[in-house]
């Protein structure tokens, strides 16, 4: 199974971007997918998931509001609309699929290569 991650970049604070997470070689519909981030000197911390029906999402508390996970089945690919981006938001998002539907690191088994966001002041 591979995970591909884009669509990072430099933004300015209160602006948007868009996240990828495009999968192969797995059962894209039966997993969970979720986002992660990771700022420079810090552990990797959840940001979201989404259920394999999409019927469900769960958002930590700094994100949510701002943020939406969605997928789309048929193309195998999760999005993370990210909006009213602040310069905490700064970090390598990583995304991350697997069968159970958990809210840490450890319970993924498979995860996409990261994309670093930068949100200027």
């Known amino acids: 199974v591979q995970l591909q991650a884009s669509g990072g970049g430099l933004v300015q604070a209160g602006g948007s971007l868009r996240l990828s997470c495009a999968v192969s070689?797995?059962?894209?519909?039966?997993?969970?997918m979720a986002w992660f981030r990771q700022a420079p000197g810090k552990e990797r911390e959840f940001v979201t998931r989404?259920?394999?029906?999409?019927?469900?999402?769960y958002y930590a508390d700094s994100v949510r509001g701002r943020f939406t996970i969605s997928r789309d089945n048929a193309k195998n690919t999760a999005y993370l609309q990210m909006n009213s981006l602040k310069p905490e938001d700064t970090a390598v998002y990583y995304c991350?699929?697997?069968?159970?539907?958990?809210?840490?690191?450890?319970?993924?088994?498979?995860w996409g290569q990261g994309t670093q966001v930068t949100v200027s002041s």
């Open positions: 991350a699929a697997d069968y159970r539907g958990l809210s840490y690191p450890s319970g993924y088994v498979y």
């Open positions: 989404i259920t394999w029906s999409g019927r469900n999402t």
């Open positions: 070689g797995g059962a894209f519909s039966r997993y969970t």
